[in-house]
């Protein structure tokens, strides 16, 4: 690690992450806009957010088994010019497949991101992975608080929607400017550094099968909640886009201080807990109106924060010769699991409004019910992953790590 800055190397890393939250927080706030501009419907809004997502696994598909080979400063490269491509063709798009295919650009820079900078940060801090994932990770939902915040100000100072997306060439330039000329480093010893290595432990361990499905799971029970609140909350009393800011911003801390909870109750125990609790909190969101959504938001803030980060650390530390092919195909089939799902959470949207407004629905009262019982349906995925990670907490119980 001579000659490597790898305190640079980190913040670098955390702004890049900035920018793929960006992503997540402003587009949940441009919905609406997107509604009334382009007269999209929820099916259609549906199907951006399943393409604001799409790239992220084709990317870690594409980066994972490549990072062996071109490291980790080429595929940042690559991120960069998707960002920015992405990033400017969305502003200038004038109708949904226009808006449809430069969401991919986005999508795909982010996938590039975790390909390229999970098992960089894992390589730099062997002894603390973990932790380190963690405070790597606060800035996904620190950059949807901060993207969400400033979304706000945007609109509030009546901005439009293509405003509120320039904001994100902020956060990918700094990160663009403070890798340049940067040292980078190489895999850990541990960790079998050819490719077919880690294709092969990966074909060779069951539990790393189980382990994407959970991550499908725990990604949509996360982002697949949040990427709606605008649409579900938007009559409950509560503003939406402080919800998310709060429920975004809560998770934040929750990662940065993570290291005693992860020392204390292990990764697998981290994970189990999480699963009880955002299954109650979606419960509660389904059911709570005005500042009721707030506590409720702060539960699942609670419950979800240390889904993503542990889910990788727990295949950096159990499943190392995974290598970074593991890490990058877990949190493409995360993603993979999440962009399935936003068309179905939209149709479950315009599901539950048709059934309820035959029932003498109307109005506000009508989309409350809806965006609620919608929640409800969310809330089973939770449930599903409370006896999955039981059984993976009793399989690491038995099991040290390979």
Known sequence: MENINKGRLFVASCFALLTTAFAFGIRAGIMNDLVSDMSLDDSQLGWINFMGIFGFPIATLVGGPLYNSLGPRKIGNIA??????GITFSILSNSFYTLFFSTFFISFGNGMVEAAYNPMIAAMYTEKRAVMLNRFHVWFPGG????????LLVANMGGGW????????????????LFLGQKFPE???ETTVTTSGNIKAIFSSPIYWFMLICMALTATTELGTQSWVERILANSGAQPLLVLALVTGLMALGRLFAGPLIHRLNITGVLLGSAIISAIAIFLMSIATGAMVYVAAILFAIGVCYFWPNMIS???EYLPKTGALGMSLIGGVGMLGLSIFQPIIGGWIEGHRKSLSEEGLTGESLELAAGQATLLNIAIIPTILIVAFLIVFFWQKKHKPD
């Open 162 to 177: 293509q405003m509120k997306l320039t904001i994100m060439y902020v956060p990918a330039l700094i990160y663009f400017f």
């Open 314 to 316: 727990f295949v950096a």
């Open 187 to 189: 895999p850990p010893k």
């Open 80 to 85: 960069f010019v998707c960002h920015i491509l």
């Open 144 to 151: 949807i608080a901060i993207g969400s915040v400033l979304a």
